[in-house]
């Protein structure tokens, strides 16, 4: 499953290049050529990575990275800062915006290649933390006296999404008990639900798991999100 990357630069040619550099190094990548819609992307997707430039019309690579940091989804993935000035003040100032690395522009392979390398890691929990991966299994719910058995569609590291919902509302507390693939034992997991989709499915979040739990969901997700 590859990284998903958004480059976002006004420059078209520095878009191409990188665009071209990261495709061929495997990664998934979406470029976007102002800030104004890429603010709007970030709202709407998660990425694994981020690149911006610094200095663009409107919104520019600053307001960006704090929108970033700001957001539901992408607070805390790698932000790579796009810029020919390699000041102290301008270092300062995107590391107070939440930058993680700079790159300096024109982008050098040799270079890309290296920060890549220490940011692989990183992208890659990014990656874990939030995708759902497909798992059907039964699982047994149980709030208060109610107690019923419905199945998963599909699970994260943050939580998992039944078919039916038992008759569970918003906020609910609800105790689950399930199995994973090539997992030894049961789960027992603390969730709450967080959501609820048509016609009845709903979506729960995992709570304070104990920890054998919490890295026996780890292990099913880093064992299906490769490298």
Known sequence: ???KLLIVDDDPDVLKVLKDMLQALSYEVLVVGD?????????????????????????????????????????????IMLTGYDDVDTMRAGFKAGITFFLGKPPELARLNGLLGCLHSAMLREKRSYVRLPLRTVVT???GENRFTSMSLNISEGGVLLESSGG????????????????????????IVIRKEP?????????????????????????????
Do not use: W, Y
């Open 141 to 143: 719910c149980e709030k």
């Open 35 to 79: 800030g104004q819609e890429a603010a709007g992307r970030i709202d709407r997707q998660k990425f694994d990575g981020v690149f911006v430039d610094a200095q663009m019309p409107g919104i520019d690579g600053f307001a960006l990275a704090r929108h970033i940091r700001a957001s539901a989804s992408n607070s805390s993935a790698p932000i």
């Open 199 to 227: 016609p009845d499915c709903v979506a729960l979040h995992f709570v304070d798991l104990p920890l054998e739990d919490r890295n026996a969901v780890k292990d099913f997700i880093a064992g299906r999100v490769k490298e």
């Open 1 to 3: 499953m590859a990284l």
């Open 168 to 191: 569970l509302t918003l906020g609910d507390e609800v105790n689950l008990t399930l199995s994973l693939p090539q997992s030894p034992g049961l789960l027992n997991l603390r969730t």
